[in-house]
Nanobody
Framework: QVQLVESGGGSVQAGGSLRLSCAASGFRYSGKCMGWFRQAPGKEREGVAAIDTGGGRTYYADSVKGRFTISQGNAKNTVNLQMNSLKPEDTAMYYC?????????????????WGQGTQVTVSS
C-alpha cells in the first residue's frame, strides 16, 4: 500500500536545472518529514533535502543549500525538488523518502519508506 513514485530525472549540462517530483501514498504524513536522498556509485548515501509535512520547515545539505529548493506539491503527499545550478558532483540516483525525522540531525539519517529512484546526470 505504501508507494513513493519519483519523476523528473534526466541528463543536463552543468549549470542547468531539473525538477524532481514525488507522489506518495499509503501512510500518515503529518508530523513527519519527506525529502530526498541521493547516492552515487561507490559513495555514501547523502540526505539532500527534507520538508516537514506538518509545519513546512525545510532542511538542506550544505552541498546543495542555495541551489536546491524543496517544496510540497499540489497535495500534502507530494514533494518537489527544484535543482538549479547543477554541478557534475550532483550526479547520482535520487530517492524520494518518507517518514523521516523532523530534526536538524535526524532528517539525514534515513527514512521508513523509499521510492525506486530517479537518475540525475550532470555533464561538464
Amino acid at each position: 500500500q505504501v508507494q513513493l513514485v519519483e519523476s523528473g530525472g534526466g541528463s543536463v549540462q552543468a549549470g542547468g536545472s531539473l525538477r524532481l517530483s514525488c507522489a506518495a501514498s499509503g501512510f500518515r504524513y503529518s508530523g513527519k518529514c519527506m525529502g530526498w536522498f541521493r547516492q552515487a556509485p561507490g559513495k555514501e548515501r547523502e540526505g539532500v533535502a527534507a520538508i516537514d509535512t506538518g509545519g513546512g520547515r525545510t532542511y538542506y545539505a550544505d552541498s546543495v543549500k542555495g541551489r536546491f529548493t524543496i517544496s510540497q506539491g499540489n497535495a500534502k503527499n507530494t514533494v518537489n525538488l527544484q535543482m538549479n545550478s547543477l554541478k557534475p558532483e550532483d550526479t547520482a540516483m535520487y530517492y524520494c523518502a518518507a517518514e523521516m525525522d523532523c530534526s536538524t540531525v535526524g532528517w539525514k539519517l534515513g527514512a521508513n519508506y523509499w521510492g525506486q529512484g530517479t537518475q540525475v546526470t550532470v555533464s561538464s
